[in-house]
């Protein structure tokens, strides 16, 4: 069974602009949630996905969004990046109480 | 405010012996708790976990021991292999809930 998919695999953005993250999960998921590891925070929830509604979100600004598809693959988007949002952000599927992690997509701001 | 915490950020064990993890959590809403193991530059992956009604579960070397009185639970890995060389990542999730709560991880380094 294949696990869960992200790409990019590695992004470089400057400040200002936006970028988006694609997230297939494990064939059968139908929950995504997504989350950002720094250095500094560690990881942080920023939201889930379950049949194309936001089930939960976390404590990030606006500027972070994201959506899910009918057929479960999630995008999220980060727009007006700020050098603070350099990050390696993961997308995990689950279809009961574990999540599987995809590779991450690390994103560096300049 | 860290819900999860890692003490001891790293762990230096003897390959054979055994690595004992511990994790202490302050939420009273979570009722399944995970570890996950990571490489740099990976994703976590998944090891094991236990439900807040039981107070061991055991995986081939991984043993994950929950004292749900005081929030605290710890991973066993015995024996302790060189592959297990990597950063271990407790989480904690509430109740009908999928965000979950990580710790800061430890390092472990297990030396041949």
């Known amino acids: 069974k294949a696990g869960v998919t992200q790409t990019p695999r590695y992004l470089i953005k400057t400040r200002g602009q936006q970028v988006t993250l694609s997230c297939s999960p494990i064939?059968?998921?139908?929950?995504v949630s997504w989350y950002q590891q720094t250095p500094g925070q560690g990881l942080q929830f920023l939201f889930e996905?379950?049949?194309?509604?936001?089930?939960n979100k976390g404590n990030f600004p606006g500027r972070f969004s994201g959506r899910q598809f009918s057929n479960s693959r999630s995008e999220m988007n980060v727009s007006t990046l700020e050098l603070g949002d350099s990050a390696l952000y993961l997308c995990?599927?689950?279809?009961?109480?574990?999540?599987?992690f995809g590779p991450g997509t690390r994103l560096t701001v300049l | 405010d860290q819900q999860v915490k890692q003490n001891s950020p790293s762990l230096s064990v003897q390959e054979g012996r055994i690595s004992i993890l511990n994790c202490d959590y302050t939420?009273?809403?979570?009722?399944?708790f995970l570890w996950y193991k990571k490489y740099p530059a990976e994703g976590p992956t998944f090891l094991i976990s236990?439900?807040?009604?039981?107070d061991k579960n055991e995986d081939g070397r991984f043993t994950v021991f929950l004292n749900k009185s005081a929030k605290h639970l710890s991973l066993h890995i015995v024996p302790s292999q060189p592959g297990d060389s990597a950063v271990y990542f407790c989480a904690a999730r509430p109740y009908g809930n999928n965000r979950l709560a990580f710790g800061k991880g430890n390092q472990v380094v297990v030396i041949p």
């Open positions: 995990a599927s689950s279809r009961d109480r574990e999540q599987f």
């Open positions: 996905y379950f049949s194309e509604t936001q089930r």
């Open positions: 064939s059968g998921h139908r929950s």
């Open positions: 236990i439900s807040s009604i039981k």
């Open positions: 939420n009273s809403m979570f009722d399944y």
